[in-house]
């Protein structure tokens, strides 16, 4: 089976400071991989996906994250971090055709951005 | 309305109330999702729905009805909920099943007394 793992349940770091939000997944066949964010009391929101082209790939909000096969990682980053971007994100990784291609997602990271 | 719509957006019951929600996608997807968020616990697929037919039950108590006239509408209805199902519930759509990003509408959080 597919999973994922998320290291760190809380994150903290001061506004301007940099932004690393680990993830690595299991697969047995090459992964679809996704970060989401989401903020309080609303959905999870796409922030990017990896589809087996680029490794280094860009979302919103100046979000960017690399595929790493060898490491099986997923790492979601950001240069700077500003006091919106304080949410839970969450790691996904597609499962595969044996199950149904579901999502399977991560345990969240929260996301704590200091004045 | 854009994207994935749900109401209501809280809901209080109690535990011999009869209630649903609702669900409608905007965009033009075949696949549909009701999704279960505890505190402290990763996120919980309940069903998968494509093209109106559910293709997925992941072992859900028989008090959770889900139901998708059309491939813009789901529906959950509920019956005798036990407290332990107070929890937010996220609905989601996709283009298709497979590995395809998923748009997620904002929840009903419900409250179970």
């Known amino acids: 089976a597919q999973s994922v793992t998320q290291l760190g349940s809380h994150v903290s770091v001061s506004e301007g400071a940099l932004v690393l939000l680990r993830c690595n997944y299991s697969s047995s066949v090459p992964p679809y991989l996704f970060w989401y964010v989401q903020y309080p009391n609303q959905g999870l929101q796409l922030l990017l996906k990896y589809t087996s082209a680029a490794t280094l790939v860009k979302g919103i909000n100046g979000f960017e994250a690399e595929f790493k096969k060898s490491e099986t990682s997923f790492h979601l980053t950001k240069p700077s971090a500003h006091m919106s971007d304080a949410a839970e994100y969450f790691c996904?990784?597609?499962?595969?055709?044996?199950?149904?291609?579901?999502?399977?997602f991560g345990a969240g990271t929260i996301l704590r951005v200091k004045s | 309305e854009t994207g994935v719509t749900q109401t209501p957006r809280h809901l209080v019951m109690g535990m011999t109330n009869k209630k649903s929600l609702k669900c409608e996608q905007h965009?033009?997807?075949?696949?549909m999702y009701w999704y279960k968020q505890s505190a402290k616990k990763p996120l919980e697929l309940m069903f998968v729905?494509?093209?109106?037919?559910?293709?997925e039950n992941n072992s859900v108590p028989s008090r959770f009805s889900p139901e998708c006239p059309n491939s813009s509408h789901l529906f959950l209805h509920l019956h005798t909920l036990q407290p332990e199902d107070s929890a937010l519930y996220l609905c989601?759509?996709?283009?298709?099943?497979?590995?395809?990003?998923?748009?997620f509408g904002p929840g009903t959080r419900l409250t179970v007394t």
């Open positions: 965009l033009g997807h075949n696949a």
């Open positions: 989601a759509s996709s283009q298709a099943t497979g590995p395809y990003e998923q748009y």
């Open positions: 729905y494509s093209l109106e037919e559910r293709v």
């Open positions: 996904a990784v597609s499962a595969g055709m044996e199950y149904g291609n579901k999502l399977v």
